[in-house]
């Protein structure tokens, strides 16, 4: 008895993370639909100044972005955040960059259909961080591609 009790209590614990999460998407598309409305260009806010685009072949993988030391990945194409590509190699990127000291932080943002929204990287410290997670997109952006030739 004792047994799901703890379980439900770890239910709820969980609904109330995917929750908060969800949440956190639906202000993130408020944010974006009243950037659009205000005249801002897509989700930079006018602190960001674009700087590159990140490609593979002909497709648009996301527009990258610069404010002082941190960078924001936009990703313009579709990747699900749930892809093992993206759990098994992008985010251990991010955490080893953090490790070794060469970034701050890092946040990741979800489309509310689950597909990878934002990547900010904030107080980079060295500019092979910021080539490192342009390669870890590209070769997340090949494997899900290479999972689902159709697209």
């Known amino acids: 008895m004792r047994e799901s009790k703890g379980s439900s209590h770890e239910e709820a614990i969980e609904y109330l993370k995917k929750k908060i999460r969800w949440l956190e998407r ?21 602190e ?19 404010s002082g030391n941190d960078y924001r990945f936009i990703i313009t194409s579709s990747i699900p955040t749930d892809s093992p590509e993206v759990q098994s190699f992008l985010l251990p990127q991010l955490n080893d960059l953090q490790k ?23 107080g980079v410290r060295s500019e092979y961080a910021i080539k490192q997670v342009i390669s ?11 999972r689902r030739p159709s697209e």
Request: proline share 0%; glycine share 6%; hydrophobic share 40%.
């Open 48 to 66: 960001y100044e674009k700087i590159s685009l990140i490609s593979q072949g002909d497709e648009v993988i996301a527009s990258l972005a610069k």
């Open 100 to 122: 070794a000291g060469l970034i701050k932080s890092y946040g990741i943002r979800e489309r509310e259909n689950g597909q990878l929204a934002e990547i900010d990287v904030l």
């Open 26 to 46: 639906r202000l993130q598309i408020y944010r974006t639909m009243l950037a659009l409305l205000e005249g801002r260009d897509e989700a930079v806010s006018k």
């Open 136 to 146: 870890a997109l590209q070769y997340v952006w090949v494997k899900t591609r290479q």
